[in-house]
């Protein structure tokens, strides 16, 4: 173990980078294999990226593919070029958002209780894709849960990310029957400058949707996950806007997918071990290698990284998501039920859709018991 002022640089904060490990994404495995992104930009985008912020807030604070705009680019085919804008029209918008101080105004108006319920629904909508991944390989699954929970609450001396990552990467090396073919050496990225003419109505309008999902999710669920671990080392809400809207930009420039923080990442590199900027700044530098040196092996290597793996590791995520709604069902019953409310229609339709409707919901019964008295 080295420790650098507030950084740690160990295996357990290793461990804990492995927790949200970006190249084994699956929304960054498809925005490569279906769209035919380069890799090199990816992964050089996200390995700068998770540096910068281990250094700047010495906090773990992972960034993951944005959902809404993922989700519609790989459903719809979209070019290459469509998703650079993408990242670059929705970085503008959080600086815009951040400097102007309306992010703190949006945060303000937002309870806890609204919070809660977004975090709920993420870990239900995380529950949902742990399960699918799992299915895959329902034996291998069980065996990863069996390994992590033994490793996290019995056996602490090995890190358990690490063990089933381990396990995953031999699998997916045994598995894997295209290595031979493999070429390494020195890659650039492909440098996008934005043009108006790969701007679309429908990339507007999911930008937009997307804007409200991350402000719900990686701003304000994000801020207050990372506070309540952290509560010396605060977060506030613009400071995350600004991160989005500098990334976002820089991402598009050397060819990266559309980026955020987001309160699943943060969960799952806790639980896993990371407590310091140190996992963030070791994933990086693998990420930067890996985007220079290694991007043809390691795409083919996580193509068939076992899903059944990364379920099971969700699946932890999401307890570590859930865990805070335990002191809400003991003091305040109420807040417990829009919680619910709020966690169901977001993982119904849309964590988007979700916030809005608890801030109707709050907002309306505060009225009306203002009424009422």
Known sequence: ???????????????GALGDFGPINPFIVSYIAILGLN??????????????LGFIYRLPLPVEPKKAIATAAIAERWRPQQVYLAGFVTGIVWLIL?????VNILASLTPITVIR???????????????DFMLSNLPL????????????????VIPSALAVFSLGLIIALLSSSDLRSITIGLSAPDIYLPSISDFTYRLATVAFSQIILTFSNAILATCLAVNERFPKRRLREEKLALNMGALNIFSSIVGGVPMCHGSGGF???????????????????FEVVLALMLADPMVKIFRNFPSAVVGAMLFFACIELCKPLLNLAKSDRLGLILVIVIGVVSSIWDLALGYMVGLAIFYLSRYIASRLK
């Open 1 to 15: 173990m080295v420790r650098v002022k507030d950084l740690e640089f160990s295996v357990k904060e290793f461990s």
């Open 39 to 52: 890799p090199v930009g990816v992964f050089l985008a996200m390995g700068v990226v998770n540096i910068a």
């Open 98 to 102: 951040s400097l102007s101080g309306i």
């Open 117 to 131: 319920g977004i975090q709920f629904g993420l870990a239900i909508i995380l529950l949902r894709e742990a399960v």
């Open 141 to 156: 699954a069980l065996i990863c849960i069996a390994l992590i929970a033994l490793l996290s609450y019995k056996f602490e």
């Open 267 to 285: 969960a799952s590199q806790y639980f896993f071990g990371a407590r310091t900027g140190g996992s963030m700044i070791m994933e990086g530098v």
